[in-house]
């Protein structure tokens, strides 16, 4: 699957309030690592004083895809499977996918930031701002029909006869078992045919969750890292001073009762402007964002030969589902 890069040289931290970094030091942050290209707390060249993160970017943003790039794929495969079932005699009109909602993003990467969402939504979802997805229609298949979409299934377990292929050139050399109109259905049927010439072509194809893997590995390493856990706590005892008896940003809205309708009640309103106030307080979001954008970096540079590789075959990808859909 397919941002700002960090220049990783000195941490820049000290106490603000409760004892939560802004200050800055002159060598590295005391693990030892220096420019962070080892196993510890990598350093951070700043840290910014950050209330909003919607638009920001982290390394590993420049490898993901765009809102944009993902609906013109997904047309694209809906192609190709609408063509792999036209091989077996079935007409088949793959469902529409949702446009891009053009929501600006990071917005919420470490959680809610921002006080005129909080104040309009409490701890409730931002309203979307693109086209309303509209639900897809389901088509309605006959037996063979959806054998030859899903791929032939067995009555015990449900699952496919035959182990699922990683690549377009494993599958060719692997069969389902099923034949209709005189050709061999594709193991996994022509939905998994679609996906793997699209997005797995041979072998060597990156698997589309490399990224997404890397920034979640990045992700925990960073709320693991001692300088957001002291953020975090700094954060935790301005909530208490609140009268919010809260352990993480993450788990604010559950630790507090709000969910469902109450998460965008009065008192859910109440508490999230009390949440956001004290992010801000102790710049916890500019503190994450330094933290994980020094993991990100220290992960881009480890894995660029993949990244790299990655990248072409994204541009390969789109080139092929602008061919099949123009």
């Not at 590295?28 to 919607?54: I, K």
Request: hydrophobic share 35%; glycine share 10%; net charge positive.
């Amino acid at each position: 699957m397919p941002a700002v890069p960090g220049r990783l040289r000195a941490v820049c931290l000290a106490a603000a309030v409760a004892a939560v970094l802004t200050g800055c030091s002159s060598s590295d942050d005391g693990s030892g690592t220096g420019s962070g290209t080892g196993s510890g707390e990598p350093s951070v060249a700043e840290t910014p004083r950050m209330t909003l993160t919607a638009g920001t970017e982290l390394p590993l943003d420049a490898y993901e895809r765009s809102e944009d790039d993902v609906y013109a794929l997904a047309k694209a495969q809906n192609v190709l499977t609408e063509q792999c079932m036209k091989r077996y005699g079935l007409a088949y009109d793959a469902p529409d996918p949702s446009p891009p909602a053009h929501i600006r993003p990071n917005a919420r990467i470490f959680g809610l930031v921002d006080a005129g969402e909080a104040a309009r939504y409490g701890y409730g979802s931002v309203a979307r701002t693109g086209p309303a997805p509209t639900k897809p229609k389901s088509a309605v298949l006959g037996e063979t029909a959806k054998s030859v979409l899903f791929g032939p299934k067995t009555k015990k377990s449900g699952k496919a006869l035959a182990e699922m292929p990683m690549s377009q050139t494993a599958a060719e050399k692997k069969k389902s078992g099923l034949v209709v109109n005189g050709s061999p259905v594709p193991v996994g049927g022509c939905l998994r045919e679609s996906y793997l010439k699209l997005y797995a072509p041979t072998s060597s194809s990156v698997d589309i969750m490399y990224v997404f893997n890397l920034k979640g590995e990045a992700e925990s390493r960073a709320l693991s890292d001692s300088r957001v856990k002291k953020a975090t706590k700094a954060w935790s005892a301005c909530m208490k001073k609140a009268g919010y008896v809260t352990a993480a940003p993450a788990s604010a809205a559950r630790d507090l009762g709000f969910s469902g309708e109450a998460a965008t009640g009065p008192g859910a309103v109440t508490a999230a402007k009390a949440d956001v106030a004290c992010k801000a307080e102790v710049n916890y979001a500019g503190i994450r964002f330094a933290v994980q954008s020094a993991y990100e970096k220290r992960s881009a540079d480890r894995n660029a030969e993949t990244l790299g590789l990655l990248r072409e075959q994204a541009q390969d990808r789109l080139r092929l589902a602008s061919q099949l859909t123009s």
